[in-house]
């Protein structure tokens, strides 16, 4: 959640950037995060009316795509503005991709880079998930003085950008260590989103259908993905997504032998609890039902964490100081 020393951090950098030349380099760093972690509401907006939103935002099931296009127009530092600030001193940004597709404007809700979006886009959303906007939040959208740098704008014509680590790299680097001990590597998608449980299912018809029919490859294999689905928060459970999809996983399996998974998010935390995902092995379900957890229960409300951590089976990194989106990986014996 956006919070104060987010807000001074970004107060800074705009004022660290203030009166450059058209011989200076600005050499801009960016993961994901940002869009949390550097809050500059727009004038008229609180900090407090941006965290309301953004807690909205997160249980809503809205994409990471449409939660930053809101958080852009509602921002002073995000959608290109940054990149402004610096103007006339060349940007240079070096991006570590989050979000599926890779698409920079989707990264930290793109502080450097033009941005193709507008108000009404953000109005749009905001009305598809019935999200109530604070009264100086909607004015700015609908006033039009929200509205962030868009592509041609002169301030950026000195700007350029690289991608130095996306989540298809992740799953090139996994592919390469299953091949080299004997599993044949699927590649999946590196941008699947979706509801979290839904993806759960999807993916576990995948692993049976490798199971029981040889296809799309046979056994051994290991099943990769990456991407960032959603969840539509309906319990008072403690969840992520990643452990969401692995509890929809497992009871779509229904215990099926041969198939374990893990699923984690790459920065080391899924959700808003310090445990980056979860494990999934054959007997997951029966070992819950011995202590007697329900599983579709936990599902139902949003408590993947206290599942797992039931059963010994999270999985904890700690800070892995990167952010690569999330990793899923299925085994198929």
Known sequence: MPDAKGLAAARRMLQV???LTNDDLVISLISGGGSALMPLPAEGVTLEDKQAINRALLISGATISEM???????????GGRLAAACYPARVVNLLISDVPGDNPIDIASGPTVADPTTCADALEIVARYGIELPAAARALLESGEGESVKPGDPRLARVTTKLIATPQMALEAAAKVAACVGYTPV???????????????????????VRRH????????VLLSGGETTV??????????????LLALAVALDSEPGVFAVAGDTDGVDGQAEIAGAFVTPDSLKR????????????????????????GDSLVTGPTLTNVNDFRAILVL
């Open 17 to 19: 950037v203030k009166g």
């Open 187 to 209: 590649q999946l998608g590196d941008s699947i989103e979706g509801e979290a449980r839904d993806v759960g299912k999807v993916m576990a018809g995948i692993a049976l259908q």
């Open 214 to 221: 040889r296809q799309p490859v046979a056994a051994p294999c």
């Open 68 to 78: 930053n296009c809101v958080r852009r127009h509602l921002s002073a530092i995000k």
């Open 288 to 311: 819950a039902w011995a202590k007697g957890i329900r599983p579709r229960d936990r599902l139902a409300d949003n408590d993947g964490h206290s599942f797992f951590e039931a059963l």
């Open 232 to 245: 539509t928060v309906r319990g008072k459970g403690r969840g992520g997504r990643n452990v969401e999809f």
